[in-house]
Antibody, heavy 123, light 109 residues
Framework: QVTLRESGPALVIPTQTLTLTCTFS??????????VSWIRQPPGKALEWLAL???????YYSTSLKTRLTISKDTSKNQVVLTMTNMDPVDTATYYC???????????????WGQGTLVTVSS | SYVLTQPPSVSVAPGKTARITCGGN??????VHWYQQKPGQAPVLVIY???DRPSGIPERFSGSNSGNTATLTISRVEAGDEADYYC????????????FGGGTELTVL
């Protein structure tokens, strides 16, 4: 059974750095073809993909946010961490992590999602 | 940057067929994935690789992709299908990145 769970602060002060942790079970990030992504959704708005890390530690980032994002993994702990610097109120959103299998090159999709964690950016 | 365009809303009567489109430049050359999101819940994958269904997704959900338009079709619509639906591709032409459409709110009349 595949599960993912996001954890991190519910409230962040503007200009601070956000650190979110995705803890998962039911699969391993050391398995060839396995990846984990972060996706966010501002209240009432659409989904926005943020970052992906694969089994070989290769990383992809949103073009518009790449200067602010860092994704990393701890395979032994079954965790993926996302940091986002210089947080702003417009970054208020529910942040999801999702398992991302790579069965076909350059055709990633998100088959299992965490329940999401709401992060509010406010002073 | 690659853009996916969805209609903001689609309405359908129970028992009828709903079609939700996702437009993109030569989207037929990409693999399209679809997600269902009900209020207060995480998205759920309903179609991947244009037309494959994950286990547990009813056969009423189907997908197609050709030219500049991908389509999610929901047959014999039920009240429980009322949700937001998002299409998604992976854009590997320039920067490798995930791209979502703006979402379509499906209303069951």
């Amino acid at each position: 059974q595949v599960t993912l769970r996001e954890s991190g602060p519910a409230l962040v002060i503007p200009t601070q750095t956000l650190t979110l942790t995705c803890t998962f079970s039911g699969f391993s990030l050391s398995t060839s073809g396995m990846c984990v992504s972060w996706i966010r959704q501002p209240p009432g708005k659409a989904l926005e993909w943020l970052a992906l890390i694969d089994w070989d530690d290769y990383k992809y980032y949103s073009t518009s946010l790449k200067t602010r994002l860092t994704i990393s993994k701890d395979t032994s702990k079954n965790q993926v961490v996302l940091t986002m610097t210089n947080m702003d109120p417009v970054d208020t959103a529910t942040y999801y992590c999702a398992r991302t299998p790579r069965q076909v090159a350059h055709a990633y999709y998100f088959d299992y999602w965490g329940q999401g964690t709401l992060v509010t950016v406010s002073s | 940057s690659y853009v996916l365009t969805q209609p903001p809303s689609v309405s359908v009567a129970p028992g009828k067929t709903a079609r939700i489109t996702c437009g993109g430049n030569n989207i037929g050359s990409k693999s399209v994935h679809w997600y269902q999101q009900k209020p207060g819940q995480a998205p759920v994958l309903v179609i991947y690789y244009d037309s494959d269904r994950p286990s547990g997704i009813p056969e009423r959900f189907s997908g197609s992709n050709s030219g500049n338009t991908a389509t999610l079709t929901i047959s014999r619509v039920e009240a429980g299908d009322e949700a937001d639906y998002y299409c998604q591709v992976w854009d590997s032409n320039s920067d490798h990145r995930g791209v979502f459409g703006g979402g379509t709110e499906l209303t069951v009349l």
